[in-house]
């Protein structure tokens, strides 16, 4: 049974919510809160960030620009 999940804006104190029939006399759980919007980063946060992700991974960052791969070597189980 796929769970019910409704975004609304309302315009009183009260709503209605319709559930599936399949949850008449069931336990269920119905939940009010508000919903943010996540925040927008601008450009300076993004490249911060992206610094402090590079500062994180720098020790571990290889150079793969000349690797050739050879499928016929990967799958040669005679050797």
């Known amino acids: 049974m796929e769970p019910v999940r409704k975004i609304i804006v309302p315009t009183s104190t009260t709503f209605t919510l ?3 029939k399949e949850m008449v006399g069931k336990e ?3 939940v009010a809160c508000e919903v943010k919007a ?3 980063l601008t450009e300076l946060e993004k490249q911060k960030r992206m ?3 590079e500062a994180i991974f720098k020790d571990s960052r290889v150079d793969l620009s000349n690797f050739k791969f050879d499928r016929n070597e ?3 189980y005679d050797d």
Do not use: D, F, K
């Open 51 to 53: 610094e402090a992700i």
């Open 18 to 20: 319709t559930v599936p």
């Open 74 to 76: 990967a799958n040669n």
């Open 28 to 30: 269920i759980e119905v």
């Open 38 to 40: 996540p925040r927008v």
